[in-house]
Protein backbone atom coordinates (compact mmCIF):
# COMPACT_ATOMS: atom_id res chain seq x y z
CA UNK A 1 0.00 0.00 0.00
CA UNK A 2 1.11 3.67 -0.33
CA UNK A 3 0.42 6.54 1.96
CA UNK A 4 0.80 10.09 0.91
CA UNK A 5 0.77 13.05 3.35
CA UNK A 6 0.20 16.15 1.83
CA UNK A 7 1.31 19.91 3.27
CA UNK A 8 1.57 23.33 2.54
CA UNK A 9 -2.12 24.18 2.12
CA UNK A 10 -3.38 27.62 3.62
CA UNK A 11 -5.30 31.44 2.96
CA UNK A 12 -3.64 33.31 0.61
CA UNK A 13 -4.39 36.92 -0.72
CA UNK A 14 -5.24 36.92 -4.31
CA UNK A 15 -2.56 37.19 -6.55
CA UNK A 16 -0.06 35.82 -4.11
CA UNK A 17 2.30 32.10 -4.14
CA UNK A 18 1.86 28.92 -2.11
CA UNK A 19 3.78 26.02 -2.52
CA UNK A 20 2.25 22.66 -1.76
CA UNK A 21 4.48 19.34 -0.75
CA UNK A 22 3.06 15.58 -0.97
CA UNK A 23 5.22 12.70 0.31
CA UNK A 24 4.52 8.93 -0.90
CA UNK A 25 5.64 5.95 1.68
CA UNK A 26 4.88 2.27 1.57
CA UNK A 27 5.23 0.07 -1.46
CA UNK A 28 5.93 2.70 -3.95
CA UNK A 29 7.13 0.72 -6.58
CA UNK A 30 4.21 -0.26 -8.52
CA UNK A 31 3.50 3.15 -9.34
CA UNK A 32 5.58 5.57 -11.57
CA UNK A 33 3.65 8.89 -11.47
CA UNK A 34 2.47 11.50 -9.01
CA UNK A 35 -0.11 14.78 -9.64
CA UNK A 36 -2.15 17.13 -7.62
CA UNK A 37 -5.94 16.95 -8.14
CA UNK A 38 -8.28 19.71 -6.56
CA UNK A 39 -12.24 19.87 -5.85
CA UNK A 40 -14.16 23.28 -5.09
CA UNK A 41 -17.53 23.20 -3.11
CA UNK A 42 -19.88 21.87 -6.11
CA UNK A 43 -17.67 21.24 -8.79
CA UNK A 44 -16.30 18.24 -10.19
CA UNK A 45 -12.79 17.27 -9.33
CA UNK A 46 -10.24 18.80 -11.82
CA UNK A 47 -6.75 18.00 -13.10
CA UNK A 48 -4.04 20.15 -11.95
CA UNK A 49 -0.81 18.90 -12.76
CA UNK A 50 0.94 15.52 -12.67
CA UNK A 51 4.31 14.31 -13.66
CA UNK A 52 6.11 10.58 -14.34
CA UNK A 53 8.95 9.15 -12.19
CA UNK A 54 12.19 10.85 -13.23
CA UNK A 55 9.98 13.80 -13.88
CA UNK A 56 8.92 13.61 -17.56
CA UNK A 57 5.51 13.47 -18.76
CA UNK A 58 4.50 16.62 -17.39
CA UNK A 59 0.84 18.00 -17.77
CA UNK A 60 -1.25 20.69 -16.75
CA UNK A 61 -4.89 21.78 -16.32
CA UNK A 62 -5.56 24.35 -19.18
CA UNK A 63 -6.44 27.08 -15.84
CA UNK A 64 -2.77 26.76 -14.38
CA UNK A 65 -0.54 26.68 -17.07
CA UNK A 66 2.07 29.46 -16.72
CA UNK A 67 0.87 29.57 -13.07
CA UNK A 68 1.82 26.12 -11.65
CA UNK A 69 4.62 24.07 -11.73
CA UNK A 70 4.87 20.73 -10.46
CA UNK A 71 8.44 18.94 -9.78
CA UNK A 72 9.34 15.71 -8.14
CA UNK A 73 11.88 14.73 -5.92
CA UNK A 74 12.86 11.24 -6.70
CA UNK A 75 14.89 10.14 -4.04
CA UNK A 76 12.70 11.30 -1.76
CA UNK A 77 9.39 10.17 -3.37
CA UNK A 78 8.30 13.76 -2.58
CA UNK A 79 6.08 16.00 -5.37
CA UNK A 80 5.50 19.58 -4.71
CA UNK A 81 3.44 22.56 -6.88
CA UNK A 82 4.23 25.79 -6.80
CA UNK A 83 1.78 27.93 -7.38
CA UNK A 84 1.92 32.04 -8.21
CA UNK A 85 -0.37 34.13 -9.40
CA UNK A 86 -3.14 32.49 -7.41
CA UNK A 87 -6.95 33.37 -7.98
CA UNK A 88 -9.84 33.10 -5.49
CA UNK A 89 -10.95 30.23 -8.31
CA UNK A 90 -8.52 28.39 -7.21
CA UNK A 91 -9.46 28.39 -3.87
CA UNK A 92 -10.46 23.95 -3.85
CA UNK A 93 -9.36 21.07 -1.30
CA UNK A 94 -6.30 19.75 -3.49
CA UNK A 95 -5.63 15.96 -3.19
CA UNK A 96 -2.07 14.55 -4.03
CA UNK A 97 -2.37 11.12 -5.99
CA UNK A 98 0.12 8.55 -7.08
CA UNK A 99 -0.37 6.19 -9.70
CA UNK A 100 0.89 4.73 -12.86
CA UNK A 101 1.41 6.57 -16.33
CA UNK A 102 -0.68 5.51 -19.27
CA UNK A 103 -0.08 5.01 -22.87
CA UNK A 104 0.09 8.70 -24.18
CA UNK A 105 1.66 10.41 -20.87
CA UNK A 106 -0.78 10.81 -18.44
CA UNK A 107 -1.05 9.47 -14.68
CA UNK A 108 -3.92 7.47 -13.45
CA UNK A 109 -4.22 7.62 -9.44
CA UNK A 110 -4.25 4.66 -7.98
CA UNK A 111 -3.85 6.38 -4.27
CA UNK A 112 -5.35 9.47 -2.62
CA UNK A 113 -3.69 11.87 -0.13
CA UNK A 114 -6.09 13.23 2.86
CA UNK A 115 -6.61 16.50 1.22
CA UNK A 116 -5.00 19.89 2.28
CA UNK A 117 -7.23 23.34 1.85
CA UNK A 118 -5.89 26.14 -0.41
CA UNK A 119 -8.24 29.48 0.03
CA UNK A 120 -7.51 32.30 -2.11
CA UNK A 121 -9.25 35.66 -1.29
Known amino acids: DVQLVESGGGSVQAGGSLRLSCAAS????????MGWFRQAPGKDSEAVAT????????RYGDSVKRRFTISLDDAKNTVYLQMHSLKPEDSAMFYC???????????????WGQGTQVTVS
Open 97 to 111: SRGKLEFGGSCRPHY
Open 26 to 33: GYTYSTNC
Open 51 to 58: IGAGGGSI
